[in-house]
């Protein structure tokens, strides 16, 4: 663990990595649940 | 029963193998591009690690832009609905992944060129394409009747690829511009030529285009159950307005 605090503090920019990643997975995720929101209205409008 | 089973194993991995592969190239991405040797730039620095993730966001856009133009030119010449509404879905899953790419790209500009937002004739290019497709919405939003609005808006969506490819892949190539490969710059194969980077954008490109084909699948879906539902509606309306009268 100290190791790769040190890299994220040291190496330069191995977190902006992580930021963007997180961005991206966030980016799915939302989309995904999305598409479960519209899901859930379906299902409530004709009563399944 | 066993060999039931099996059976419907091996249908089921005919037709969702791809979604399996996926999986696996986006595990391999992710862990292999946190954790694999990199080649050392100055400025870049680790960050150099950011091209595992932010240009196939746009591979991934731009192939789910090219295959909407694809079913738009479908829905002209065939006129079913279904390609319609398939061109619509490929641009909606184009959309998140241009945000995307805009937003880890805003992020990487900020510590590798100063700005969030550089004035960059690829950054501006995209800027505009965003907002041609954005007016792609707007334009749909517009009509009430289903045909015009199908028609009128996949003739919009083949011009506006038209126009989107040449913004981001051939203008920026003719000025000066601060992405590699891009206005005299050299491209990151120049500095690495080394299987390193190869080794895990290739796939990335596979695997972010496979996952975009993977949501607009269930967005498809999901829009002809909402379509069969409407029209269910519809027919069943007269009938229920006929027996309270």
């Not at chain 2, 066993?2 to 419907?8: D, E, K, P, R």
């Not at chain 2, 620095?45 to 030119?73: C, D, G, K, Q």
């Not at chain 2, 510590?111 to 995209?126: M, S």
């Not at chain 2, 080394?194 to 490109?205: E, G, M, N």
Request: include cysteine; charged fraction near 20%.
């Amino acid at each position: 663990m100290d190791s790769l605090m040190e890299a994220l503090r040291s190496d330069g920019k191995l977190w902006v990595v992580i930021v963007v990643i997180m961005i991206v997975l966030l980016g799915w995720l939302y989309y995904l649940l999305k598409i479960g929101g519209r899901i859930n209205k379906v299902r409530k409008k004709n009563g399944l | 029963m066993s060999s039931i089973g099996a059976h419907l194993n091996v249908i089921f991995m005919r037709r969702h193998w791809w979604k399996a592969l996926t999986v696996i190239i986006l595990a391999y991405v992710f862990v292999a591009g946190l954790m694999r040797p990199v080649p050392k730039l100055p400025i870049l620095h680790e960050a150099i690690r950011n091209t595992f993730f932010h240009p196939p966001l746009w591979i991934a856009m731009m192939v789910m832009l090219l295959l909407s133009t694809i079913f738009s030119i479908r829905y002209l010449r065939k006129g079913n609905n279904d390609d319609d509404v398939i061109a619509y879905e490929f641009v909606c899953t184009a959309i998140l992944f241009g945000v995307l790419g805009c937003i880890t790209g805003s992020v990487w500009a900020y510590f590798a060129w100063g700005d969030l937002w550089p004035n960059d004739p690829k950054t501006n290019g995209v800027a505009v394409g965003m907002l041609l497709y954005l007016a792609y919405f707007v334009l749909r939003g517009s009509f009430d009747d289903d045909m015009r609005r199908a028609r009128i808006s996949a003739v919009y969506n083949i011009f506006a690829f038209a126009v989107f490819i040449p913004l981001i892949l051939i203008l920026p190539r003719l000025t000066d511009s601060l992405h590699p490969g891009n206005g005299g710059n050299p491209g990151f194969n120049q500095y690495d030529s080394d299987a390193s980077i190869k080794s895990i954008i290739r796939p990335a490109f596979v695997g972010f285009t496979l996952l975009g084909l993977w949501i607009t699948q269930l967005r498809v879906r999901l829009r002809r159950v909402e379509i069969h539902f409407d029209e269910l509606e519809e027919t069943t309306k007269p009938v229920l307005d006929k027996e309270t009268n």
